[in-house]
């Protein structure tokens, strides 16, 4: 299972910048999509998830600001970052928990690489 992230790059605060996802590979399902960001000297952090037929979860810090959405027939999570800030500066990291067929039923977490976001005038 491979996950690919893109998306990323240099915007100024207030901007816009929309992240994408695709899990592929033997994926029987997956039951949560989801991102996480780093930045420099910091601990890994959840931004968004998003159950499959659940509601999805944001941090407190990128509520009103961040949308989490997916396309469960491509298997792809979105990340829609709206009024961004310079505390936002991070790499961003793509999560799925999947099943890789039907005979074993155990959800395995797959990362993506990380695609970079940088917030700054």
């Known amino acids: 299972v491979q996950l690919q992230a893109s998306g990323g790059g240099l915007v100024q605060p207030g901007g816009s910048l929309r992240l994408s996802c695709a899990a592929s590979?033997?994926?029987?399902?997956?039951?949560?999509m989801g991102w996480y960001r780093q930045a420099p000297g910091k601990q890994r952090e959840m931004v968004a998830d998003?159950?499959?037929?659940?509601?999805?979860n944001y941090a407190d810090s990128v509520k009103g600001r961040f949308t989490i959405s997916r396309d469960n027939a491509k298997n792809t999570v979105y990340l829609q970052m709206d009024s961004l800030k310079p505390e936002d500066t991070a790499v961003y990291y793509c999560?799925?928990?999947?099943?890789?067929?039907?005979?074993?039923?155990?959800?395995?977490?797959?990362w993506g690489k990380g695609t970079l976001v940088t917030v700054s005038s």
């Open positions: 590979g033997s994926i029987f399902s997956i039951n949560v």
């Open positions: 999560k799925a928990g999947v099943r890789k067929n039907r005979y074993d039923s155990r959800y395995m977490d797959y």
């Open positions: 998003s159950t499959t037929g659940g509601s999805p």
